[in-house]
C-alpha cells in the first residue's frame, strides 16, 4: 500500500502563502514511554506528513524540524496568556524566542493562543483569560508582522462545547455566554484571513448519544462511512452524509448568526480512539481515519456542505497514546503509532512503516 494519497503533496495557492490539504498530526508529549523528539521527527517524515501541531514551542522539535518539508503549529500555553495580553514587550520576546529563532528554516505556519480556553469559564479567572486570548493574539500578530512575516497565522484551538446548539446544522449556535467573546474574535479573523480552529470529535458525539439514550447517531454515520445513510437540513435542504460535515456546519452556521459567513475553518484536533468505552476499538478507528483522509485530503477538495470546495487543513489526534491524560480510559488511547515506531492500526498515513531503531 502506498504511504500516502499522492494527492497530499498538492498546494492550492491562497493569497502570499499556501493552503495545503496535506493531513498534519498532533505531537503530545504526556505520555511516560514515548520516543525521543528525534525518533518522533524521523517518524513524521516516514509517515510523509504534511504537517505537525505541538501543544508547545519546544526548542528541540523546532530544531530538529529544521529544513523538513512540514509545516508546523507552535502553542502559546495558557498561563502565558494573560501576561502577553498586557504587555508587547512579552509578546515581542515569546516571538523572538519560540517564532523568529526557528523560522524559516523551521516551516512555521501557525501560532495558537492557548488551548479550548473558552470551554471552562465558570470563574472570574477563567473568564478574565478567556477575555485575554484576542489581545494575546492581536500583540503576537503584530510582533510578526513587524518582522515582515506574512506566511504564518494565529488563531487559537476551541472545543465543540463552545455550541449551545449543533443540530440541525443549520440551527448551529454559540453559547450565549461567549457570544461577546466571540464577535470580536471572528471579526479578528476574518480580518486578517487566519482560521477559526476546532477540535471536533464525532466519537463523542456519537458515544454520548448512546448514553443518553436519545435517538442513537449511526455508528456508520459517525465514522464518515460512504453511501451509509443521508440527512436533509430541513432549513437549508443541504444533504448531509456524515456526522463530521454535520458538525462542522454548525459552526459554520453559528458564525453566520453572528456576522460572519466567510471565516476560513480548520480543524485543529479530530481522530478516534481505538481502546475504551463503547466503540473505542481499532477497526472504528481505523476506519475512520482513513475515512477523514480520504475526504480532507481529496483533490479538488471537497469541502463541506455548507463550504463545498473548500480546503480544511486538518490535524488527526494524535501520534502517540499518551498514559499520563487524566479521564476515562479513552482519553490515553488516540494514538496511531506505538512507542516502537510501529502503528498501532493502519492507516494511511503509517502503511508500511517500519519499527523504530535506537
Not at 36 to 49: E, F, G, T, V, Y
Not at 104 to 124: A, H
Not at 139 to 146: D, E, H, L, Q
Request: charged share 20%; glycine share 8%; aromatic share 10%.
Amino acid at each position: 500500500m502506498a504511504l500516502i494519497f499522492l494527492c497530499f503533496f498538492c498546494f492550492i495557492a491562497v493569497s502570499s502563502g499556501a493552503v495545503s490539504n496535506r493531513i498534519g498530526i498532533n505531537y503530545g508529549h504526556l505520555g511516560s514511554n514515548l520516543p525521543s523528539p528525534a525518533q518522533s521527527i524521523q517518524l513524521l517524515q516516514n509517515m510523509s506528513i504534511g504537517r505537525v501541531k505541538l501543544y508547545d514551542a519546544d526548542h528541540e522539535t523546532l530544531n530538529l524540524l529544521s529544513g523538513k518539508d512540514i509545516e508546523v503549529a507552535i502553542t502559546v500555553a495558557n498561563d502565558e496568556i494573560s501576561g502577553i495580553a498586557a504587555n508587547q514587550h512579552l509578546a515581542d520576546q515569546w516571538v523572538y524566542e519560540h517564532v523568529l529563532a526557528h523560522y524559516p528554516g523551521t516551516k512555521i505556519r501557525f501560532v495558537l493562543v492557548g488551548n479550548e480556553v473558552f470551554t471552562s469559564i465558570n470563574t472570574p479567572e477563567d473568564m478574565q483569560l478567556a477575555r485575554d486570548v484576542l489581545p494575546a493574539i492581536r500583540r503576537i500578530k503584530n510582533t510578526i508582522k513587524a518582522q515582515g512575516i506574512r506566511n504564518i497565522k494565529i488563531g487559537t484551538p476551541l472545543a465543540m462545547d463552545m455550541m449551545e446548539t449543533t443540530f440541525p446544522p443549520s440551527n448551529g449556535s454559540f453559547k450565549p455566554e461567549i457570544r461577546e467573546l466571540m464577535v470580536p474574535l471572528l471579526r479578528y479573523l476574518n480580518g486578517t484571513r487566519s482560521y477559526f480552529f476546532v477540535d471536533v470529535y464525532p466519537y463523542v458525539t456519537w458515544f454520548e448519544s448512546q448514553v443518553w439514550n436519545q435517538t442513537a447517531i449511526n455508528l456508520g454515520f459517525a465514522l464518515l462511512r460512504t453511501g451509509n445513510e443521508n440527512y436533509t437540513d430541513p432549513q437549508s435542504g443541504l444533504v448531509y452524509t456524515n456526522l463530521l460535515d454535520q458538525m462542522l456546519d454548525s459552526v459554520v452556521y453559528a458564525m453566520t448568526k453572528l456576522g460572519y459567513d466567510d471565516v476560513l475553518l480548520a480543524i485543529s484536533e479530530t481522530g478516534w480512539p481505538h481502546e475504551g468505552e463503547s466503540g473505542a476499538n481499532r477497526e472504528n478507528a481505523a476506519e475512520y481515519n482513513n475515512n477523514l483522509i480520504r475526504k480532507l485530503a481529496a483533490v479538488p477538495s471537497i469541502g463541506t456542505p455548507a463550504r463545498p470546495g473548500e480546503v480544511i487543513p486538518t490535524f488527526i489526534y494524535a501520534l502517540y497514546d499518551e498514559n499520563q491524560k487524566y479521564g476515562p480510559n479513552t482519553e490515553r488511547h488516540w494514538g496511531l503509532i506505538n512507542p516502537d515506531g510501529s502503528p498501532v492500526y493502519e492507516v494511511n498515513i503509517t502503511a508500511g512503516i517500519p519499527h523504530m531503531r535506537d
